[in-house]
């Protein structure tokens, strides 16, 4: 595969308004797009059999995010109280700065923090989860040497 870009990660939600707010005024996200695209056309692609509508957000680094509705899907049934602790589950994680001064911030929100706090994962890797309003994980992370953790490339 020859990306051209960074990959765009969806979810599908429940109430694509509330969780435009809440990635908006909270986690400052910018609106890119709301596109609704038709039943006909979604079918085709496999995405969702009577259309659907997609809003785009991007991160203040342009990193795009996309939060999603089928037309008549059903909700979601409430998962595990940990994202590993089944499989299938996901959670989205943010690379931020001034972890201890974000988690103030979601907590002064009132936002669902899922942690015992900022936890050192290991030497220099600090990081918390959190859930948005329908209870997708968020995990935001520190790392003390960013630029040490982007340039060590794929695994070998």
Not at 60 to 82: C, D, N
Not at 130 to 138: I, K, M, R, S, V
């Amino acid at each position: 595969m020859d990306s051209v870009a960074a990959y765009e990660v969806g979810i599908v939600v429940d109430d694509v308004d509330a969780l435009v707010r809440f990635y908006v005024d909270v986690l400052a996200m910018t609106m890119h797009s709301d596109v609704t695209v038709p039943a006909d056309a979604s079918r085709r692609t496999g995405l969702a059999p009577a259309g659907y509508r997609v809003v785009r957000l991007s991160t203040s680094l342009g990193q795009r995010f996309k939060i999603a509705r089928g037309s008549g899907s059903t909700r979601r049934v409430a998962g595990e109280p940990f994202p590993m602790a089944s499989t299938g589950n996901f959670y989205l994680t943010f690379l931020v700065r001034d972890i201890r001064g974000l988690h103030a911030h979601l907590a002064g929100r009132g936002v669902r923090l899922c942690s015992d706090g900022v936890v050192e994962v290991r030497p220099g890797v600090w990081l918390f989860l959190a859930a948005d309003p329908e209870g997708n994980w968020l995990e935001f992370v520190e790392y003390a040497d960013i630029a040490g953790y982007l340039a060590s490339g794929p695994a070998r």
